[in-house]
């Protein structure tokens, strides 16, 4: 019953460090989303991904890689952390597409210091 | 630019009042919108959806009201309770649009 697992849960960084948040499904959900969540803005798409080995841009992808090797899971990551990438990040997976229900993981609470 | 307006930020309601929250959207072409609940430092999750092809979808004390012609939707909350107290999005897509969400309504049931 682990549905959205996300690791970690909290991270502070300085500006300029890089990360990897990682993000684990076992429902053998198609897509994949990262989504950060600010205060007054709602939920955000950074990138998402179809199907194994695929991925593509969101609303909001400047500064963010993805990758998709195995399809449970998804990985997001920081080159250059900036303080505008302080936010919470939420990763999400549904089974065949986003007019389904999506299943959020739990959060990582992300500094930018 | 923000596709779908959210309205009030934030709602303080009585235990065993209505609760009620409001979304707007421009594109036409949405036929899917869904509510999702998140309660602190938990993801949201999904409470209840409809698509246009009904007025009103109904689940327990939660119900959604849609109006194409004015194209709103809106949540009510029935009987609300403390338990209640979450941030509440609304939602929607369509066509080559991806899901995007409005910006979220924080609700507190006072008991």
Not at chain 1, 75 to 96: H, N, R
Not at chain 2, 18 to 25: D, E, L, P, T, V
Not at chain 2, 32 to 55: E, T
């Amino acid at each position: 019953n682990a549905g959205v697992t996300q690791t970690p849960k909290f991270r502070i960084l300085k500006i300029g460090q890089s990360m990897t948040l990682q993000c684990t499904q076992d429902m053998n959900h198609n897509y994949m989303y990262w989504y950060r969540q600010d205060p007054g803005m709602g939920l955000r798409l950074i990138h998402y991904s179809v199907g194994e080995g695929t991925t593509a841009k969101g609303e909001v992808p400047d500064g963010y890689n993805v990758s998709r090797l195995k399809k449970q899971n998804f990985l997001l990551g920081l080159e250059s952390a900036a303080p505008s990438q302080t936010s919470v990040y939420f990763c999400a997976s549904s089974l065949g597409g986003p007019n389904e229900k999506l299943f959020f993981g739990s959060g990582t609470q992300l500094s930018v210091l | 630019q923000q596709q779908v307006k959210q309205s009030p930020q934030s709602l303080i309601v009585q235990k065993g009042g209505i609760s009620i929250i409001n979304c707007a959207y421009e594109n036409t072409a949405f036929d899917y919108f869904p509510w999702y609940q998140q309660f602190p430092g938990k993801g949201p999750a999904l409470l209840i959806a409809i698509r246009p092809d009904v007025s009103e979808k109904k689940e327990g004390r939660f119900t959604i009201s849609f109006n194409k012609s004015a194209k709103q939707f809106s949540l009510h909350i029935m009987d609300s309770q403390p338990g209640d107290s979450a941030t509440y999005f609304c939602a929607a897509i369509g066509g080559a649009q991806k899901l995007v969400f409005g910006q979220g309504t924080r609700l507190t049931i006072n008991p």
